[in-house]
């Protein structure tokens, strides 16, 4: 990275900043496409009735996500500091927000890498050509919930994470992701083109695009659906927790910001599209039930590539490109935590890293046991593994989305919000109604939805 930033703090000279405008919305985007878009939008859309979820969750990204990842940025590029700093430094009492956005990616990392390490293990099945029919299902309930495998995967994945952590990641991720991403696009696009031939799959795509207003049979469902497809839209955009402010932090003051956030929303959101494209006209043609869950792209996209010329070749180029995703997410998760601990307490970064390593890798083993061993272990009638989804996307996500908002609105004031969104840009587009989202749209929808939502989740 150059050094580019401009001198606003008395670190922000060192801390140096994006190389160029592509390098950073790829970086951008590079943290928000991961395993939310792959893995588990389409599952999310198999559990909550399709096309309605999917229209929830767009107006969530553009109603609310959008400015939400405006504001972050925002806020990231004017403080250039890190999470906790920024919050801090205009006004004390609200360092708490920037704890929470440390914490959120802890949680989140805690099954990320489990589902990664499942990820790993699936490419390295296709590269070995291991035998991979009969049922498709039992292999992964077999695999996901014995208490050797996943586990070793698992710490592999995290490996990973701590040795690119240590080797200072600026320059290898980014130009990583410069390649990465744009393979990721259009291995996607043709993989949907062609499971969009197979036969029945327009009922798949039919399930994604148009809503059954049916579903909303009672109250509870509207809220539960709601919650998850907020929940949903935030997660994918990396909101409500410190990697987007971070990523701000080293932003040039030439940048657009507006422009740039409409960017990555946009690659969020067509990745998304593609990944339930590619995944439910699949299950449709297959007679798969999309209701499985978290196991659904590992059960499903199996069945069909054992069905198809060169399906070993296809199956390992799409866990690679998943992985990639969710391996260059969960390096920006696992830096809110470690720069943390750089920053705040002075640790050196391999320290830094093998702390944040060693305390992922256990969390991480109880999370994969409980999807065997452990499962009848509940904690509010979930498993661990469901539970920290649950903390991380419908509690601590939809807390920091919150308190963003009325932090922009009230504390730091959108007037000097704005003024400092000006800085790169020619004009602001929409302030008017950005300011309405700040102050009262989203607090209160966010805060509504919050409440209702966690109330019909435990009201079964
Ligand atoms: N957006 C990522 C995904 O869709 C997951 C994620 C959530 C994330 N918060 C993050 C990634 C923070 C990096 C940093 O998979």
Redesign the pocket.
């Known amino acids: 990275m150059e050094n580019q930033t401009n001198v606003s703090s008395p670190n922000a000279a060192s801390r140096g900043g994006f190389g160029s405008k592509l390098g950073f919305i790829l970086a951008t985007t590079g ?10 939008f389409p599952y999310m859309i198999g559990q909550n009735g399709g096309g309605l979820f999917f229209l929830l969750f767009l107006v969530f990204t553009v109603l609310f996500g959008l400015p939400i990842l405006i504001g972050e940025m925002n806020l990231g590029r004017s403080m250039q500091k890190d999470v906790i700093g920024a919050y801090r430094d205009i006004n004390k009492k609200w360092t708490f927000v920037g704890v929470i956005a440390v914490l ?2 802890f949680v ?1 990392m805690s099954y ?1 890498s489990v589902v990664g390490g499942w990820i790993l293990k699936y490419f390295f099945s296709y590269i070995t050509f291991q035998d991979f029919s009969g049922d498709k299902s039992a292999i992964f309930q077999n695999f996901s919930s014995s208490a050797g495998e996943p586990i070793v995967w698992h710490l592999i994945f995290l490996a990973l994470c701590v040795i690119l952590s240590c080797i200072g990641i600026e320059k290898g991720i980014e130009k990583a992701n410069l390649i990465m991403l744009p393979s990721l696009f259009v291995l996607i696009f043709i993989l949907a083109i062609y499971c969009m031939t197979l036969p029945g799959a327009f009922d798949g795509a039919k399930f994604l695009f148009v809503p059954d207003f049916s579903k909303f049979k009672s109250g509870n469902d509207i809220f539960k659906i709601l919650l998850a497809a907020m929940g949903q839209a935030f ?10 402010i971070n990523y701000g932090s080293y932003l040039r003051r030439k940048n657009n910001i507006q422009k740039d956030c409409a960017m990555v929303a946009g690659f ?1 959101i067509f990745v998304a599209i593609m990944a339930g494209l590619v995944i439910l006209p699949a299950c449709f043609a297959f007679h798969t039930p999309v209701t499985s869950g978290p196991g659904l792209i590992f059960e499903t996209l199996p069945s069909i590539f054992s069905d198809i010329p060169a399906g070993g070749l296809i199956g390992a180029v799409f866990f690679l490109l998943v992985f990639f ?2 391996f260059s ?5 696992f830096e ?1 935590i470690s720069t943390m601990l750089v920053d705040r307490f002075k640790m050196k970064r391999i320290h830094a890293a093998l702390l944040v390593g060693l305390a992922l890798g256990i969390s991480g083993i109880f999370n994969s046991l409980s999807m065997g061993n452990w499962h009848s272990v509940s904690i509010f009638g979930m498993n661990l593994f469901t539970f920290s989804e649950f903390v ?1 996307d419908k509690l601590l ?1 939809p807390v920091g989305t919150f308190c963003l908002c009325l932090f922009i609105a009230y504390v730091w004031k959108t007037k000097n919000f704005f003024s400092h969104l000006q800085e790169g840009a020619s004009a602001i587009y929409l302030k008017k109604a950005m300011s309405f989202i700040y102050k009262y749209a989203a607090p209160v929808v966010i805060f509504l939805v919050f409440i209702m939502g966690l109330v019909s989740q435990f009201q079964q």
Do not use: R, T
Not at 235 to 244: E, K, P, R, V
């Open positions: 943290s928000a496409v991961g395993l939310g878009n792959l893995w588990m959120c990616p989140i990320y997660f994918s955009l990396s909101l409500g927790q410190g990697s987007i969020d995703a969710a997410s969960a390096i920006a998760l809110v991380a996500i």
